[in-house]
């Protein structure tokens, strides 16, 4: 175990930023089809559920199947204590203040929760604290929510946000990717400590490291497409745009012009390099051999480092699984049968390296 790199899966269960998706097509049916892989490869996994959704439903209960898809999300939170799956908090704060006007929804623009005033950042996470720590106490005695996700990757401005974590025990925070910028955010993760490997934030700036043991970051594992499979995948996500239309079913009564929102606009960027496009780790609607390709990159890189703990994280989206459940279980095949010396870890496992001094995280 020692010499074993740790794979980390983490799953943003969620519908659609703008608001769009219903929750049993985006989250309860493909977590299932998802956790039905999991179990037959052995693979553990922490999921991180929008709270912030949850709540937006809860509230909104009288709207048309609203409290139908409350109970959804409820239930595929049993479903995954059920399977013995990691559960933890996930913000998309958008949800906070959004309305219910004529029969439409309507999310707002602050789709970084640093972006909302600091009671507003107390108000949702303190919600989303009790919501979750309610639902998992009728399941497990004493749960540990000791992780946060991030929604659109937005921890900034921290100061507001450090001080909420400490009080509940949030130790764990996933999001930052270094030189990621997203204008419309305020997010700005250039100059981030360290692109791969977990450190201690500092309270005034999250890319900065604190000799303080009480926050650790996990940068999402980089990894990257050469000219190839850039190409490749540019013309399968227009083929595929053609062919998978959301249906009806699925996309719930949103206006257009929140549809049209693009807060995320510009994120990703090109570089005329041998390595063209580069971005982080993650299991979305990509078809078998960008899975094994980006990972493959990703492998090489975290094996070859100094780093005596070895990690990767791998993000996931459940609610992108609508078309690829065979090249994600192909994938998870390809892992098990190719890779000897990795172990899939949870948030909780990992904290538990961390407390027992097994893992010890950059601090300054």
Same mark, same amino acid.
């Given at each position: 175990m020692k010499n074993k790199i740790k794979i980390l899966l983490e799953d943003d269960n969620e519908i659609?930023?703008?608001?769009?998706?219903?929750? +049993?097509?985006?989250?309860?049916?493909?977590?299932?089809?998802?956790?039905?892989?999991?179990?037959?490869?052995?693979? *553990?996994?922490?999921?991180?559920?929008?709270?912030?959704?949850?709540?937006?439903?809860?509230?909104?209960?009288?709207?048309?199947?609203?409290k139908f898809q409350s109970k959804t999300i409820e239930e595929t939170i049993n479903m995954l204590v059920?399977?013995?799956?990691?559960?933890?908090?996930?913000i998309h704060s958008q949800w906070y203040g959004a309305e219910i006007i004529d029969n439409?929804?309507?999310v707002t623009n602050k789709w970084n929760i640093g972006q909302l005033r600091p009671d507003e950042q107390r108000n949702i996470f303190e919600e989303s604290y009790t919501a979750l720590n309610k639902i998992l106490s009728a399941k497990i005695n004493n749960p540990k929510l000791n992780s946060f996700k991030a929604g659109s990757w937005g921890l900034q401005p921290f100061e507001t946000l450090y001080d909420l974590f400490n009080e509940r025990g949030i130790k764990l925070v996933m999001g930052p990717i270094q030189n +990621?910028?997203?204008?419309n955010l305020s997010v700005d993760y250039r100059g981030l400590h360290s692109?791969?490997?977990?450190?201690?934030?500092?309270?005034?700036?999250?890319? *900065?490291?604190?000799?303080?043991?009480?926050?650790?970051?996990?940068?999402?594992?980089?990894?990257?497409?050469?000219?190839?499979?850039?190409?490749r995948y540019i013309y399968e996500i227009i083929f595929k745009n053609k062919i998978n239309k959301?249906?009806?079913f699925d996309v719930y009564d949103v206006p257009d012009n929140i549809k049209k929102l693009q807060p995320l606009k510009g994120k990703d960027k090109l570089s005329f390099t041998l390595r063209p496009f580069k971005t982080h780790l993650k299991i979305n609607a990509q078809k078998?051999?960008?899975? *094994?390709?980006?990972?493959?990159?990703?492998?090489?890189?975290? *094996?070859?480092?100094?780093?005596?703990?070895?990690?990767?994280?791998?993000?996931?989206?459940?609610?992108?699984?609508?078309?690829?459940?065979?090249?994600?279980? %192909?994938?998870? %095949?390809?892992?098990?049968?190719?890779y000897s010396d990795i172990e899939f870890i949870t948030t909780s496992d990992l904290l538990n390296d961390i407390e027992s001094n097994v893992f010890k995280p950059i601090n300054g």
């Open positions: 659609k930023g703008n608001g769009s998706g219903h929750t +049993l097509l985006r989250q309860y049916l493909p977590t299932k089809r998802y956790l039905e892989i999991l179990k037959k490869y052995d693979i *553990k996994s922490s999921f991180y559920i929008d709270m912030a959704h949850y709540l937006f439903l809860k509230k909104n209960d009288s709207f048309m199947d609203f059920d399977n013995q799956m990691d559960v933890q908090i996930h439409k929804i309507y +990621l910028v997203i204008k692109s791969y490997f977990p450190y201690y934030a500092s309270k005034m700036d999250i890319k *900065k490291v604190d000799i303080k043991k009480n926050i650790v970051v996990l940068p999402m594992t980089p990894t990257y497409l050469n000219w190839f499979d850039l190409l959301s249906s009806n078998f051999w960008y899975l *094994k390709n980006t990972f493959n990159r990703s492998y090489n890189f975290i *094996k070859n480092s100094k780093s005596d703990y070895k990690l990767m994280v791998i993000e996931t989206h459940t609610k992108d699984f609508l078309n690829n459940i065979k090249d994600i279980d %192909k994938f998870f %095949k390809y892992l098990k049968n190719n």
